[in-house]
């Protein structure tokens, strides 16, 4: 089982590796949209849900890049008890050579649905690396269907990413929310308070 998440994991990585086809898109939905509609997210706070490392972070996975299976990743991301915007715990991410995705459990879309996408970040410097937040839709066979996204450069105060996402095609089957940070030297990271709603349907003819 593990095998099969890591190889799952990977691919995604892999996707957004080497693939740069990002729509661009003209829908903007706002923080109001999502008042009193459920998250997507499971865990959206990032809180501990075991004392075991390998199955507290519930509702997330992490790809650690490069790596290899059969090797034990770096220990570069923590949840931090002691820094959250809300809520009692945030992700910790630490300085290190390797790119690290926070990948989301898949939730379900809808075609006709319009999606509103956000997290915050901030660092421990005053100019942290730059972090992307990406929404993938996937049809049932796994194949991606859009990619959109956002980023920003940390600073050491917490600042929101968002996406505003639909047009999705036929087909399509989940979604999922990766947070990407690169490799950067110095410092720490914290993300806090993600979410994904479905805001918007757009009525059919």
Same mark, same amino acid.
């Given at each position: 089982?593990?095998?099969? $998440? ?8 892999m ?69 959250? $915007?809300?809520?009692?715990?945030? $992700? ?84 999922r ?27 059919i003819?």
């Open positions: 089982m593990k095998k099969i $998440l890591f190889f799952g994991l990977l691919l995604i990585g996707a957004l590796t080497f693939t740069s086809c990002f729509v661009h898109s003209s829908l903007m939905y706002f923080e109001k949209d999502t008042e009193g509609l459920p998250n997507l997210l499971s865990n959206p706070g990032f809180n501990a849900y075991s004392l075991d490392p390998r199955e507290s972070l519930k509702g997330w996975s992490v790809l650690i890049e490069p790596a290899d299976q059969e090797q034990t990743p770096p220990n570069i991301v923590f949840i931090d008890g002691e820094r959250a $915007l809300h809520g009692s715990s945030s $992700l910790r991410i630490d300085a290190s050579p390797y790119k690290v995705s926070i990948i989301s459990d898949p939730f379900k879309v809808n075609r006709y649905g319009g999606y509103y996408v956000r997290c915050y970040t901030c660092s421990s410097e005053p100019k942290g690396p730059q972090i992307n937040l990406r929404m993938l839709t996937f049809k049932a066979d796994g194949s991606i269907d859009k990619k959109f996204k956002d980023n920003i450069q940390s600073k050491n105060e917490w600042d929101k990413m968002s996406i505003s996402a639909g047009f999705l095609s036929p087909g399509v089957s989940f979604g929310v990766i947070i990407e940070i690169p490799p950067f030297t110095q410092g720490s990271v914290w993300l806090d308070d993600a979410g994904c709603w479905e805001v918007h349907h757009f009525k003819d």
